[in-house]
Nanobody, 127 residues
């Protein structure tokens, strides 16, 4: 079992920045896919960024590449999402997820491939 707790969301103006955190606890796996997803009420959950814990390889959705950066502090077992140049369309609830069985290379980007989820943290961007 892996428990995930997100924090760091809030309300900001367009162009602002936030740093989201996802603290992981429970069983430690040698390699995991960890991802950030976001969801607007009434819409499907979409992937934002993923990170593979054994090699720190990352991937980003086209809509956020260049503005969002995910990283991990292994000592703190915490995943981060630095969000810069926020836009109103970034408004969503952001979720952290983990899959302890990653593919041979890279990470999954589909929400249904992730086993463990946090409760989410709300990001609201005003214009």
């Amino acid at each position: 079992q892996v428990q995930l707790v997100e924090s760091g969301g809030g309300s900001v103006q367009s162009g602002g920045s936030l740093r989201l955190s996802c603290a992981a606890s429970g069983y430690t796996y040698s390699s995991m896919c960890m991802g950030w997803f976001r969801q607007v009420t009434g819409k499907e959950r979409e992937w934002v960024a993923v990170l593979r814990t054994d090699d720190a390889n990352t991937a980003y959705a086209d809509s956020v590449r260049g503005r969002f950066t995910t990283s991990r502090d292994s000592a703190k077992n915490t995943l981060y999402l630095q969000i810069n140049s926020l836009k109103p369309e970034d408004t969503a609830r952001y979720y952290c997820a983990a899959n302890p069985r990653p593919p041979r290379n890279g990470c999954y980007i589909y929400p249904d491939r992730y086993t463990y989820w946090g409760q989410g943290t709300q990001v609201t961007v005003s214009s």
